[in-house]
């Protein structure tokens, strides 16, 4: 299957803030996903900062980007730096955190440590 980039990053983000809306969580969306994060997802007193990486391979992700996320996490309380990374099911290993939705896995990682995350189903 072919996906355009401009394309699949965008259907990436609905993804993401769909399947946390599923799980209760408040998610806004930044305009043109220019700011260090895609997503602000919030729950309870709990606040994530969402970077969303997405390809059909092994998605790039530049350091200063990863930088710019933990930098504004470190100026909002109770807040996390994120990464989520999606990828088609027919492209990529998973790992055991790996959540299947529709086409895709998705999976969330804790910044700086890339802690793998583990989300219910």
Known sequence: MFYSFSTFG???EYI???YLKSKDWNVYFSKGS???SDIVAMKDQLIWLIQIKS???IPKIRGYEIQN???LSQKINNSYPILSIIN???CCPVNKNSIPIG???LNFYLLPQ???IDLPQ
Do not use: D, M, Q
Request: aromatic share 12%.
């Open 103 to 105: 086409r895709y896995f």
């Open 34 to 36: 220019r700011g260090p």
């Open 10 to 12: 965008r259907e990436a």
């Open 88 to 90: 088609p099911k027919s």
């Open 69 to 71: 996320l933990i930098k």
């Open 16 to 18: 993401v803030g769909l």
């Open 114 to 116: 890339w802690k793998s």
């Open 55 to 57: 390809s059909t391979k």
